[in-house]
T-cell receptor
């Protein structure tokens, strides 16, 4: 158990809908990262937050957004869902984006868009 | 759980043998490298890391080797056990950003 929690574990929804994925980082970690893992594209970095502020952005679609709250939990919002958005979504956390940045991953949320 | 990356390269080893998983990274500016293990239905689990000013680092039953000249990273697992069966990912971090770039992964199968 990495100490990172994610909810829900599974999510099934329809195209065009909007969903929110939630992540709680490890105790003491200030930085949160979101990744998407699909069968054909592996693990793709989406976005990073540090202490409430966006720090880095990767291959995140405009239909997706995220935020980190004062209690350091983070939410990833996915809207206008398409079939291709079906994937595993992982959250990771680290103490701070520093010299060595070991990221600890949560168990993931499996999103299925029908 | 559903398998990740059904068409991943696969390394099959006999239980008790040593395993070597290789990874070619892309960016010569990367300064930090990590190996992750991902079991079916779970998130990636940190195994070992290495900074670019080192060429070797050892952990418990694992060793990471870094060759910056050819941008190659390897993970050696000693006395491979059935519990080592998983998909292994290498990841690199550029020194100018905080995001990790993951390789496509290698599936390790341990034969009893």
């Amino acid at each position: 158990d990495s100490g990172v929690t994610q909810t829900p574990k599974h999510l099934i929804t329809a195209t065009g809908q909007r969903v929110t994925l939630r992540c709680s980082p490890r105790s003491g970690d200030l930085s949160v990262y979101w990744y998407q893992q699909s069968l054909d594209q592996g693990l793709q970095f989406l976005i990073q937050y540090y202490n409430g502020e966006e720090r880095a952005k990767g291959n995140i679609l405009e239909r997706f957004s995220a935020q980190q709250f004062p209690d350091l939990h983070s939410e990833l919002n996915l809207s206008s869902l398409e079939l291709g958005d079906s994937a595993l979504y992982f959250c990771a956390s680290s103490v701070a984006p520093g010299d060595t940045d070991t990221q600890y991953f949560g168990p993931g949320t499996r999103l299925t868009v029908l | 759980g559903e398998s990740v990356g059904l068409h991943l390269p696969t390394l099959s080893v006999q239980e008790g043998d040593n395993s070597i998983i290789n990874c070619a990274y892309s960016n010569s500016a990367s300064d930090y490298f990590i190996w992750y293990k991902q079991e079916s239905g779970k998130g990636p689990q940190f195994i070992i890391d290495i900074r670019s000013n080192m060429d070797k680092r050892q952990g418990q039953r694992v060793t990471v080797l870094l060759n910056k000249t050819v941008k190659h990273l390897s993970l050696q697992i000693a006395a491979t056990q059935p519990g080592d069966s998983a998909v292994y990912f290498c990841a690199e971090r550029e020194d100018s950003s905080y995001k990790l770039i993951f390789g496509s992964g290698t599936r390790l199968l341990v034969r009893p």
